[in-house]
């Protein structure tokens, strides 16, 4: 069955990739994108032309998740347009790399607000939408870096999104009873295909930074060839796209809590897989086992 969906950070990298496989299954999707009509017109022209030569329902909306009033304002227009929502994917987000030290507070903080803060302002903005008509999949597109390989020189962006796993893990058990499924997507290191590396921030003291340089000279480039040596090559950033698209076509209440497409195998898996684990059986012990599942309101 057809479903409106919206995915933040539609840009570019997973965001477009996701949009258009979405798009091209059969769904409404609304791809947002900040500054659509300033610095990034030229990617709403380019979804435009996608929709248009591929006959499919791919839609943009201003979705700039730094902002409440812009993310109000984007589900407001969707629900208005389309007549309801059924699955928010999270996948804004942004990375930094260099020494941690060398990044002050307020770098931290903003890599936390375009990476954490940002869910929970698209949650407030759509959840009570999704609560409303008993039925919703939330889709948090996370990392590997939580709890797989943790190469130095890129701790704000794995600490962030360790943090957003944590956020999406209960908000899992807190939606259930609405009827509010939950998956979350872990990519691994995916060297092309994405803006991820391309586009990093870089640390704002210099100085510091310059600190490292004796022992820790060339970190930047040896960790991201590292992580591309890694992957097979066939790997293509596609293939979480092609995983989102599969996920949100399963039938409510038949889709994975987590899912990994990790060429590069960090070793996120097994780790993952013991804490849900431990997750359910935990809930179960407690009698809180229904919060493992989204509960049935048709």
């Known amino acids: ?5 919206i995915i933040s950070g539609a840009g570019s990298g997973f965001g477009a990739l996701s949009a258009r496989a979405l798009a091209d299954a059969g769904n409404t999707v609304y791809a947002g994108i900040r500054e659509t009509k300033g610095r990034n017109a030229g990617r709403v022209a380019e979804a435009e032309q996608y929709a248009e030569e591929h006959g499919v329902d791919l839609r943009t909306v201003e979705l700039d998740v730094s902002s409440q009033d812009s993310v109000d304002a984007g589900v407001a227009s969707i629900i208005e347009e389309a007549g309801h929502l059924d699955v ?3 996948n804004a987000g942004h990375m930094v790399n260099g020494p941690t030290e060398a990044f002050t507070p307020e770098q931290l903080a903003s890599v936390y607000d375009t990476n954490v803060l940002s869910t929970q302002r698209l949650n407030r903005a759509a959840l009570p939408h999704l609560r409303e008509q008993g039925s919703g999949l939330l889709l948090w597109v996370g990392s590997t870096s939580t709890r797989g390989g943790t190469p130095p020189y890129l701790a704000p962006y794995f600490a962030a999104k360790a943090a957003m796993d944590a956020l999406a893990v209960s908000y899992a058990a807190e939606l259930a009873r609405f009827g509010i499924e939950t998956t979350i997507v872990v990519p691994g290191s995916f060297t092309s295909g994405t803006n991820h590396f391309a586009s990093a921030g870089q640390p704002a003291d210099e100085q510091r930074a310059a600190e490292y340089e004796g022992l820790y000279g ?6 991201a060839g590292r992580l591309a040596e890694q992957a097979p090559e066939d790997a293509d950033a596609s293939q979480v796209s092609e995983e ?3 996920i949100v076509a399963l039938p409510d209440g038949r889709r994975p809590f987590r899912s990994h497409i990790d060429p590069a195998d960090d070793g996120a898996e097994v780790v993952n897989a013991v804490a849900d684990r431990v997750r359910a059986e935990f809930l179960t012990r407690i009698g809180l086992e229904d919060l493992l599942h989204p509960a049935s309101h048709g």
Do not use: A, F, N, Y
């Open 88 to 90: 928010v994917i999270h």
């Open 218 to 223: 060339g970190m930047l480039e040896s960790v």
């Open 1 to 5: 069955m057809s479903k409106v969906i």
């Open 244 to 246: 989102i698209s599969r």
